[in-house]
């Protein structure tokens, strides 16, 4: 976390491993320090998105490592730090023919992800092809980079992608 601070520089990840994707949970006393002097120390002082202080949360991944096809049950920001994303969102009605079959099941594993486990291709034409092109999506595709920040709205849809090099990128959940 020093690199945030100015401190220091970050290192790329060593080995030769293309998965790794760790996620760890920013501490509150340290993630309003993070957002200290930020559009999202404001938005988090007016409870704009909640009475309560945001949750954060740390994921870093390798260049190529992708998210399935996944829904939060929470809105939030997608605040890029090091790297690029890659992120495709599918709007809630057109996602529903995507949904697994235990979706909205509380007690199931897997209840906010899709039955396409495959990750979306990193191809300009994914969109026409099987399963996407029989379900008429209203898609977005938008690339994160450092200093950027996405607003994913919660359940629905998307993808996300680490291009290039590897990422590291904060979500600040929204208490809705």
């Not at 993630?31 to 200290?36: P, T, V």
């Not at 990750?119 to 200093?147: M, N, T």
């Amino acid at each position: 976390l020093r690199f945030w601070s100015g401190e220091d520089t970050p290192e790329p990840l060593k080995g030769t491993s293309p998965l790794a994707y760790l996620r760890g949970t920013v501490p509150l006393g340290l993630g309003s320090s993070l957002l200290a002097d930020t559009v999202f120390e404001d938005l988090n002082a007016n409870a704009a998105f909640g009475i309560d202080r945001f949750r954060m949360s740390l994921y870093t991944s390798r260049a190529g490592l992708q998210t399935n096809l996944h829904a939060d049950e929470h809105s939030g920001f997608l605040v890029q730090v090091l790297g690029v994303k890659r992120v495709v969102l599918i709007g809630r009605r057109q996602a529903r023919p995507l949904r697994c079959s235990t979706w909205g099941q509380r007690e199931a594993p897997v209840n906010r992800r899709s039955w396409f486990q495959d990750g979306i291709p990193d191809e300009k034409d994914w969109a026409s092809k099987s399963p996407f092109a029989e379900l008429a999506l209203d898609d977005q595709e938008v690339e994160v980079g450092p200093g950027q920040a996405l607003f994913i709205p919660k359940g629905v849809f998307h993808d996300v992608l680490s291009r290039g090099t590897e990422t590291l990128g904060l979500v600040l959940r929204c208490n809705d």
